[in-house]
């Protein structure tokens, strides 16, 4: 088991710059997949950036050259830098973990980032 607790949402205007925290109750480095997802009102939730044990990221087309995901093991910490944020970026974030291809998802209490002027 592993729990997951998110930080760094916030309000920012247009073109800003966020990065959300998500800190692991313990080693991360034998993880198979962290990320983060996203949930904007009345809207599914959907995969965001996803990162592996590796340290290979994928990210979803609509954040492409604007967020980066990253993984600190020493300090059993995930993160997503989110540059050049846009309005349709607001949603509640969540970080999600999968400790093995074929276990159960893990899943932080969510994070509100809201794009606004």
């Known amino acids: 088991q592993v729990q997951l607790v998110e930080s760094g949402g916030g309000l920012v205007q247009p073109g800003g710059s966020l990065k959300l925290s998500c800190a692991a109750s313990?080693?991360?480095?034998?993880?198979?997949?962290m990320g983060w997802y996203r949930q904007a009102p009345g809207k599914q939730r959907e995969l965001v950036a996803g990162?592996?044990?590796?340290?290979?990221?994928n990210y979803v087309d609509s954040v492409k050259g604007r967020f980066t995901i990253s993984r600190d093991n020493a300090l059993n910490t995930v993160y997503l830098q989110m540059n050049s944020l846009k309005p349709e970026d607001t949603a509640v974030y969540y970080c999600?973990?999968?400790?093995?291809?074929?276990?159960?998802?893990?899943w932080g209490q969510g994070t509100q980032v809201t794009v606004s002027s």
């Open positions: 313990s080693s991360i480095s034998s993880i198979y997949v």
């Open positions: 990162i592996t044990s590796p340290g290979l990221p």
């Open positions: 999600w973990a999968k400790l093995t291809i074929t276990s159960k998802s893990y």
